[in-house]
Each structure stands twice: as C-alpha cells, then as structure tokens.
C-alpha cells in the first residue's frame, strides 16, 4: 500500500540552527501539506504546496519556514533558524486530489526537538 | 473561527463500547473526519460523514453528527486492546486545509 515517509523520525537540533525535515509523498498525489502538533495541543496546519507553490498557508508559518519539492519527489519543510517553540511533531500529508471527500495520507511525523 | 474540541482521555475494558465526542464551529464544513494515530504511526483516516448525513456504519464504527448542536461522535463497538490509540476528529476548512481537534487517547483495559 503507498504511504507517505518522513525522515528522520527524530531531530534534535540547536536553538538558532537551521533544519529540514524531509517527507516523501504519495507518487501520484498532487497536493501536499504540514501541519505540525505541540506536545499536548493540537494538529496545526501549517502550509499546503500545489503546482510548485504555497497555495495556502497559517499564521504559525512566516518568514522562519519555507517549503520546497526539489526533485518531484521530495516535498521539504525548511526553519532557517530554530526556536524552543519549534520543537513539536511535524506531519507530512499529500493527497490527489483537495476536495473535501479526498483522503489526506499523512506520514509518521518528525519529532523536533530544539534545545 | 474554525475550532474543534475534544476531551483528552477516555479509558474503557475490553469488549465494552467507546464513544469519543467532539465539537465543531464551522457550521459551513461539508466533511467531518476521524482519523486514528497509533504510537510511532501516522494519522490514519478511519472514517468520515459528509454533512447532509446523521449518522454513518461502517463495521465497528458508528459516526454520529448532530449538526444543530456540531456536535460529532465516535462510536467504537466491542473495542479491543488493538484500538488503544489516540483519535483526532478534523473538519475541512477554507481552502481545503484540516482542522484538528486535540485529540482523544483511549486506553483500553483487558
């Protein structure tokens, strides 16, 4: 069965370090997302990525962040320089389809860990 | 603005019944979901009801939607230790991106 894998599981990083966290989605989907989840809170959106660019994204996500798909396989989520209040569960999703009846395949996640 | 609320535990023996609750404020969303996360896993899309429905079947799983009250539920018939997990329902908001409440953690005793 596809899925959508996410790498690595865990990162921790340094306060001001830059990371990427790498997700692989679902080969034939066309839209992608991150949302993220603070320990103890809720699943946020984040971004979501159509046709090679940001076609929505939330307030969490400003200047720090960043998304590309470098090789059309790969779908990157970028914070240029860390904070404590990065670290949290990040999840990847990719789906055909962006209709409210289309099945969004989420990944594993990446957990962050800035200290 | 869009919200979902969930309670954060719920704790049941095996072969009983759970029902997870949730609430909802977009009274425009035409999908609600519940999705399933199992430790070291992703969120699996268990089930969803479009919002013309009461109520949906689907094996175990019962969804209940009264939409006067957006108020959505879970039903979990004979639950097993398999089910331990944590449940998250979701609605679709504008421009298609997922609203997630903070998530259910069921525990299931033997």
């Known amino acids: 069965e596809p899925e959508v894998t996410q790498t690595p599981s865990h990162q921790v990083t340094q306060m001001g370090q830059e990371v990427i966290l790498r997700c692989v989605p679902i080969?034939?989907?066309?839209?992608f997302y991150w949302y993220r989840q603070i320990l103890g809170q809720k699943v946020e959106f984040l971004v979501s990525?159509?046709?090679?660019?940001?076609?929505?994204k939330s307030e969490i996500f400003d200047d720090q962040f960043s998304v590309e798909r470098p090789d059309g396989s790969n779908f990157t989520l970028k914070i240029r320089s860390t904070k404590l209040e990065d670290s949290a569960m990040y999840f990847c999703?990719?789906?055909?389809?962006?209709?409210?009846?289309?099945?969004?395949?989420f990944g594993q996640g990446t957990r962050l860990t800035v200290v | 603005g869009e919200d979902v609320e969930q309670s954060l535990f719920l704790s049941v023996r095996e072969g009983d019944s759970s029902v997870i609750n949730c609430t909802y404020t977009?009274?425009?969303?035409?999908?609600l979901y519940w999705y399933k996360q199992e430790p070291g896993a992703g969120l699996q899309l268990l089930t969803y009801?479009?919002?013309?429905?009461d109520m949906k079947q689907d094996q175990r799983l019962t969804v209940l939607l009264n939409k006067k009250d957006k108020h959505l539920s879970l039903r979990i018939a004979d639950t097993q230790t398999g089910d331990s997990a944590i449940y998250f329902c979701?609605?679709?908001?504008?421009?298609?991106?997922?609203?997630f409440g903070q998530g259910t953690e069921l525990s299931v005793k033997p």
């Open positions: 009801i479009f919002s013309n429905m």
């Open positions: 990525f159509y046709n090679n660019e940001i076609s929505e």
């Open positions: 999703a990719s789906s055909l389809y962006q209709g409210a009846n289309t099945e969004a395949f």
């Open positions: 979701a609605e679709r908001g504008q421009g298609g991106k997922l609203i």
């Open positions: 080969s034939n989907h066309l839209y």
């Open positions: 977009d009274s425009s969303s035409t999908y």
